[in-house]
Structures are given as C-alpha cells and as structure tokens.
C-alpha cells in the first residue's frame, strides 16, 4: 500500500470514530471522555474474532460493533437513567474507559498489555472507503429521523424538549449506541490495518483526540468534524511532527477555540452551506 | 492490618489534598477542573527543580512545589478560563478548555523534558517508626500529618476571614456575590491560587513518594473519586472521601488483588455516581440533568 494512501486509510478510520462522537456530543450534547473504550472494544471484538476463532473478517467487524454497541448499554442504561449531570457523566464514562482498559491490560483472552500482535491484515482503502460511506449514510438517516430531531431537542433544551415529549432516557441511550456502534467498527478496522492491538492504544488521550477532532470542527455539524479529523490525521503526518508535539498543539487548540470560535470551524452548519444556493440544491436534495 | 490502614491512610493523605484543590474550583465555578491533574504534575517538577538548586530539604521543595502550583493555576485561569467566564459560556466549554489544558501542559513537559522519570534525592532517611507493633516510614506519617494540618488551615481561612467568606457566598450564589460588591475577578482568582498550592503540595509529597515523570497527574483521576465519594463541594466531604480511598484501595491490593485495585475505585466512582450523586457529606445538587 502506497504512502498515501496509508495516511489516507489511516484518516478514514479515525474518521468512522469522529463520526460516532459527533453523533453523541455534537448532536446529543454530552460530553464523552470514553469514547476511546468503545474504540478499543471494537479492535479486540474482532481482532479476537479473527486472530482466535478464524471468523471471516466482515464477520468478525460485526462482532466487534457488537461488542461495543452491548458495552455502551452496560455503562449507558444506569448512567443515562440516572441523569447525571453532564460532567458528571464525563466522569462516569471516564471510570469506564479506564477500568476497561485495566481489564484488558489483565486478560489473558486479550494478551494482556502485551497485546495482540499478528491479526490479518485485512483493512483495505476501499473496505474504509465503503465503512466510511455507509456510516455517513446511517448517520445523515439517524440525525433526520425523529430520534434525530428529539436528539437535536435535547441539546438545546433538555427540560423543554421533555416537556414536549421526548423521553430524555431512551433518545440518549439510542445515540449513545449508534455512537458507540461507529466507534466499534473504527476499531474493528483499525486492529485489521494495524495488525497489532494494545491496551495503552485507547487511553484518555485517544477520547480526546477524538472530542478534538468534534470540538474544533464544530458541535452541530458532521462535515465540520470530519474535515477536522482528517486534517489532524493528515497534517502531523505529512509534516513528519513527532506524536508530543502534535498533543501539545492539540491541547493549545482546544483552548483557543474554546476561547475565540466555540462554534469551532462549520459550528451548526455543513460544507454545502457555504456553496452557493444553485448548486446546493442539487448535492443534497 | 494495621500496617494496611496506615499506608492507607497515608496515601489517602494525599489524595484529599488534591481532592481539595479540585473541589474548591468545582463549588465555585461549577465544572470539573480536568486541568488539575497536570498543575499537580508541574509542582511535582517545581519540587525537583528547588532541591537540585538548593540544598535538598523537603520543604523546601513543598514550598517551591506549593508556590509553582499556585502560580500555573493562576496563569491557566487567566489565560484559559477568565474569557469563557465573563463570557458566561455554558460549563461544557469550561470543561473541554480545561482538558485542552491538561493536554497541553503534559505534552509540553513531556517533550521538553523528555518522558524520564527522576526521583528526589533521599531527603528525609527512610527512616521507620514502629508503633505498636507497625512500622510507619517518617514520610507517610509527615504526609498525612501536613494534609490534615493544610485542610485545617483552609477550613479556618473559608470560615474565619472575610475573603473566605466571601468564597463562601460565590459558592452559593455568584451573581448576587458580585451585586454585594465582591470583585469576582479577584475572588476566584485567590481561588485557583489555593487550588493551585494544594496541587502542588500534593505533587511534591507524590514525587518524593515515587517518582517524577509527565503523566503523573493522571493520578487526579483518584482525587476526582475521592471528590465524588465525599460530596463534590464539599472541603470535609474531599478530606474524608480521600481517607476512605486510600484505605480501600490499600486494602483491596493486600488482600483481594492489586491489579483489580483501580478497576475497584473506578466501579466505586460509578456505583456513587448513580445512587449517591451528592455524596456522604456534599450538598443537595439543584441542577440534575
């Protein structure tokens, strides 16, 4: 596979990831500081499938989206029930990440902190071109559905939007999934590009980048942080930056979009709102 | 057993002094002060720094670490936070600020001073009392005994000095504190100065304790569990809620199992998360959603 078109995979993959944040805190309002968790259970879902049990690999990336999507009902169904407020919640889903990376770190299914090393190679450019486009598919789908709009209502509104009925519990665990599901097959494809998966992979920092990616492209809006996170992936690694100064530059950025553009680069809008109206109609009717 | 509470203690210690600092920025402006960790982590090098300079002594490097602590809390909430907070932006952003913080300063470090771990020279012998049958290094016992002394004295300066007072009244109501004539600005500035002291503390007692390196103060994680346990907001709350950590996690990796110790405090974080939200001694939370 040619160098840039590594990069690119490499992108796309960590694109899928974004998408499912942008899902849960772009469009629903909370803030995640697991998300890496569901990352990493869908890499050992099917980096497991594959490596120990021989599944075939479309197969084994169900196992992992599974994984993911069971796990965010564990941590999802209490903590959402319990509404918790949203830092609260950052919290909770914080304890998650960590405890199961421990676990992980302390399985011998898992390899432990050694890791796995030696799954097929089976992530081909195309197999993340086709994942990347379905997902986008599912999530334009989800966010114009009801659940979708009642997601939307909650952002802005949760005490009005229950009011008019939107049942606040049900609608956040139902993206909580569909994020955690995307987060689970960025996994699945990620463990079969690299072939080698470990614990320290999905840390605290790896939920940030991906809340970065969300933050700095803007809440509200899916092409926004997608262009950001292909940016992030891209720049650093045509720049040849080494991994410390990339987080350092990551960190300063939080802060100053935080600090001078919260909408972040498209806040609540999409790269065809800034075409003219002509041509808009026919992208996007 | 006793030798286990002990270190438990000790450790525990530890924990509520940055559990403090934590939960004063917490009941004061009302979000999670991710930033905290990486404070902690810049005192801890502080420390390092005054006892290669001078001649090693542990307070000098506590002071050096408390004085560093204070004045790159200072500086984050300046830089960082102050625009968002007269902005009156939403916690969310406060909070998301914060991590880039955290991000920021650990990787700085980490780049600039490589990700080495230095250890402090021997400073006090590691000398061991036995008390009543349990040995108990002179640092744990001095580490605990300058957690309680420090809490205390911050109970007494929030209950019997003006501007504690009128930290007090920010806590309950920040916009009619400014209305009675209070410089806000000023008020929580001294706020992150005292958080910022208590993480550095904390870091130079960690440090000679340990080591020193970059993801050190990844650690918090442990003093936001020991915020929750005891009620965030509340100075008592954190002091009692970091004894009771570092008892039980002392006591898990005795007897049950080391490597199950952090997945243990983390379950404990969830399970009060969901059924005990304001802890053993915090404040009934108004805003839940």
Known sequence: ?285 | MLQTLVTGLSIGGIYALMAVGYSLVFSVLNFSNFAHGAVIMLGAYAGLGVVRLFPPHLALAVTGAAVAGALVAALNERLAYAALRRRRAPALYLMISAMGCAVFLENLVYAVLGSRFYAFPEMIARSVVTLGGTSVSLLDAGALGFALLAILALHLFLTRTVTGLAIRAGVSDMTMCALMGVNLDRLILVVFLLAGAFAGVAGAFLGVKYMVYPTMGWITNKAYIAAVIGGLGSLPGALLGGLLLGVTETVVSTYISSVLRDVFSFAILIALLLYLPHGLLGREAEEKI
């Open chain 1, 1 to 285: 596979m040619g160098y840039v078109a590594g990069i690119c995979t490499l992108a796309g993959i960590q694109m899928i990831a974004v998408l499912g944040v942008t899902v849960f805190t772009g469009f629903t309002g909370l803030f995640s500081l697991g998300h890496a968790a569901f990352v990493a259970l869908g890499a050992y879902g099917a980096g497991i499938s594959t490596f120990r049990w021989h599944l075939p690999f479309p197969l084994a990336l169900g196992v992992g989206v599974a994984t993911a999507t069971l796990a965010s009902f564990v941590i999802g169904v209490p903590a959402l029930r319990a509404r918790l407020r949203s830092d609260y919640f950052a919290i909770a889903i914080l304890g998650f990440g960590e405890a199961l990376r421990v676990l992980l770190e302390n399985l011998s299914l898992t390899n432990g902190a050694r890791g796995l090393a030696g799954i097929p190679m089976a992530t081909t450019p195309g197999a993340v071109l086709l994942c990347l486009l379905g997902s986008l598919l599912v999530v334009r789908r989800f966010l114009r559905s009801r659940l979708g709009s009642a997601c939307i209502a909650l952002r802005e509104d949760p005490i009005a939007a229950e009011m008019a009925g939107v049942s606040l519990f049900r609608t956040r665990l139902l993206s909580l999934a569909l994020s955690a599901a995307l987060c689970g097959l960025s996994g699945g494809l990620l463990a079969h590009y690299l072939s080698f998966i470990q614990p320290i992979m999905f840390t605290l920092t790896q939920s940030t980048m991906l809340l970065a990616a969300v933050i700095a492209g803007g809440m509200g809006s899916v092409s926004g942080p997608l262009m950001a996170s292909f940016l992030f992936t891209a720049i650093p690694e045509a720049l040849r930056v080494a991994q410390m100064w990339r987080l350092v530059a990551f960190g300063l950025l939080l802060v100053l979009v935080m600090r001078f553009r919260p909408q972040g680069l498209l806040g609540f809008r999409e790269l065809g709102d800034l075409l003219p109206a002509r041509w808009r109609r026919g992208f996007l009717a």
